[in-house]
């Protein structure tokens, strides 16, 4: 009975994973949409920040891994579907309470599955660990670079904001020893739980990587002082020998 139960489960993970990789096409779209109507853009600008929020990454690591066109050019729902995250962003002014917190879990979900799944299909083509973990962390975060640049601002991932990209790199790592054992669809569930776990956790903790500011070496006034006083001190006992 144990034994059916575990194969019904990897016989309906696949169709999950989907769900949530279109449902993380839409959300992004919807972003993009948002920002875009932020900038006051018109609706080829809403078309196009969608596109790249909700594809991006994907597109670039099918490119980089040269294994056939992008999956978001030969399957229609993914386009549909970014323009459709688009179109309600351009009807519908979101935002409260309850969006924000829906998106963030929701988010973070599809964050953990976008990173298994680049993972998965790098590993799929015979690469190593560590290009697994680095596509991981492209799918899961190019879109939102490439959309960022797009409108003139620095990446979010790049400082400033809860873990993000760090979710995503333990989320890809998660899944390369598990797929590696032959158990894929279970690799994505594991990756998944605990990229979206981490992402939603660092949320509520506010949790950050320290900056480059935080490892800087600040002397109050005092301290320098004391510091020239046993300088000059050294120097004049060397000299007087």
């Known amino acids: ?46 078309g196009l920040l969608a596109i790249i929020s909700a594809l991006g990454g994907g597109m670039l690591r099918d490119t980089l891994l040269q294994a056939g066109p992008p999956v978001a050019l030969t399957d229609p729902y993914y ?14 002014r979101l935002g409260g309470k309850w969006w924000n917190r829906s998106f963030i879990i929701a988010d973070a979900l599809v964050l953990g599955c976008w990173a298994a799944t680049g993972a998965a299909k ?19 975060v190019g879109g939102g670079m490439i959309r960022d640049v797009a409108v003139g601002q620095v990446p979010a991932v790049f400082g400033g904001n809860t873990l993000y990209a760090t979710a995503a790199l333990a989320a890809a790592a998660i899944l390369v020893p598990i ?5 894929e669809e279970w690799g994505m569930l594991a990756a998944t739980v605990v990229g979206a776990g981490l992402c939603v956790l660092a949320r509520w903790r506010r949790w950050r990587l320290p900056e480059h ?3 800087s070496l600040t002397l109050s006034s005092s301290q320098v002082r004391r510091l020239m006083r046993n300088r000059r001190r050294g120097t004049d006992g060397r000299s007087s020998t």
């Open 1 to 46: 009975m144990g034994n059916v139960q575990l194969a019904d489960v990897e016989v309906v993970l696949p169709d999950l994973f989907r769900a949530l990789d279109l449902t993380g096409v839409f959300l992004n779209g919807v972003l993009g949409g948002m920002i875009a109507r932020s900038k006051r853009f018109d609706a080829v600008g809403f």
């Open 79 to 92: 386009l549909g579907t970014a323009l459709a995250g688009a179109g309600v962003a351009f009807v519908v």
């Open 122 to 140: 790098t590993l799929s083509v015979g690469l190593g660990w560590l290009p697994a973990i680095m596509l991981g962390i492209i799918t899961a």
């Open 179 to 183: 797929h590696r054992h032959g158990y």
């Open 213 to 215: 500011n935080d490892w």
